[in-house]
């Protein structure tokens, strides 16, 4: 079932390659791929054992240098939600596109379904040179996607994500060649028993840190994420920032805290600390913006640098929280970028000056945009407040992380400054009174969007006012990729030299710390 879900849109893409021949028939394939990959990977989730910490729905077969390279496949609760959220977001994505899209729409439909491939696989590879394999996949259709069908500066946005990723991605593969060497095989539970001493952790976990990093993106290696953003059409803008950011955070919390723990307990106070100057500096920076887009370009640096602190928390609470802040940002910024794109099909500008007062013509839509803007400010009751109060109550309870209390205070300050710059856009772009023209006669929702926007608005309220469902499946998991560090507790002194007895750092639950 595994091999089904990932490879379905793969299958379906060549499809629309080969008899795509019109716009509407290459739209209608594409919709009805993503629509039956979405209800097979339900599947998954339906027969998910919440109790099972390990690998289920495993799928291994031998490939190359004489098995020692597999093709090996398994899904757990880190990663179900991450790939229900990839499928979820699949049919929607396209759905945007039908008007949007008007130029080689066969081969735009065809890069969305190898980009979910892509991603899907990421998230379910257990063999390292698969993972990379899917990890550098995911960039060639994204660039076309820019490339193509982006903005003025397409060009220079798509080479710019192209060399970012690049560069961190080839360090990145000569540690795993260097672990490969080391274990004598490609697969990850391999991987997993490596005795590394601490300087070679260190570098390993840096080279893996880098690719990750710059993915994320974490401050200071965010810079190709506004242009990557701003120049990306609507469906690449959504995918950025719901899916693909994803990745580096996943790929800290399964590749690089549980291989080299010992690395992670001395150099991620200093991951930590950058979030939290992530959080502060994407807030102010966003509060300046005069482009609705890059507003939310930036308001993304923020958001994930409440993941990476969860995730250097070592709790099992914080990074729980940082998990669903993933889900949450990947829903509420998803729908942000729709919006934009609505208004944006309908003025061809996203100027907030070229607004106000749209509210008069466009209550719908201003409703919508306000519903998910509370969602995205970590509103009660909806989905962002979930993942930063464990984020920031993982963090705060912390015993490994220097200063926690300064830096979840500082962190908390990102919040305020969050709820600042979005309602403050909020107010120029809907409030007051109609002041241009041009925006007199604008249309409303339409049922597509309405289409687009309900399901999503849904899980916006479902992870907001339900999180235990998530929480259940995701914790047996999260306990046993924390489970490395636990053990290496006794041998290394956390960075500030604070003595930590290893049964109260990472025995958290996400009820609270036993």
Known sequence: MLSWVTFLPL???????L???TKAAARSAALAVALIDFVLSLHLYRHFDAGDAGDQFAEKVAWLADGKISYSL????????LVLLTTFLGPLVILSTWNAIQERVREAMGFLLVLQTAMIGTFVARDMLLFYFFWEAMLIPMYFLIGIWGGERRIYAAVKFFIYTMVGSVFMLVAILYCYYQAGSMELDK???????????????AAFALAFAIKVPLFPFHTW?????????????????????????YGLLRFAIPLFPEAALLLGPWLARLAVVGIIYGALVAMVQKDVKKLVAYSSVSHLGF?????FSLTATGVAGGLYQMLAHGLSTGALFLLVGVIYERRHTREIDEFGGLA?????YASVFMFVTLASIGLPGLCGFTGEFLVLFGSFSSALLPQAKLLVVLSATGVVLGAIYMLWMYQRVFLGRLARDANRHLSDLNLREWIVLIPIMVFIVLLGVAPAPLLERMEPSIMRLLEPVTQALAGVAPAGGAVVDPGSVVTVGTGGER
Not at 195 to 200: K, S
Request: no cysteine; charged share 10%.
């Open 11 to 17: 299958a379906g893409a060549l499809l629309i390659f």
């Open 19 to 21: 008899l795509g021949r």
């Open 74 to 81: 398994g899904l757990d609760g880190v990663s179900l939600f």
């Open 191 to 205: 991987f997993m028993l490596l005795d590394l001493g601490r300087t070679e952790q260190m570098w390993l976990f």
């Open 225 to 249: 994420l506004p242009d990557a953003h701003v120049e990306a059409p609507t469906a690449g803008s959504v995918i950025l920032a719901a899916i693909l950011l994803k990745m580096g955070t």
């Open 307 to 311: 993941v990476v602190l969860g995730l």
């Open 360 to 364: 008069h013509v466009m209550p719908a």
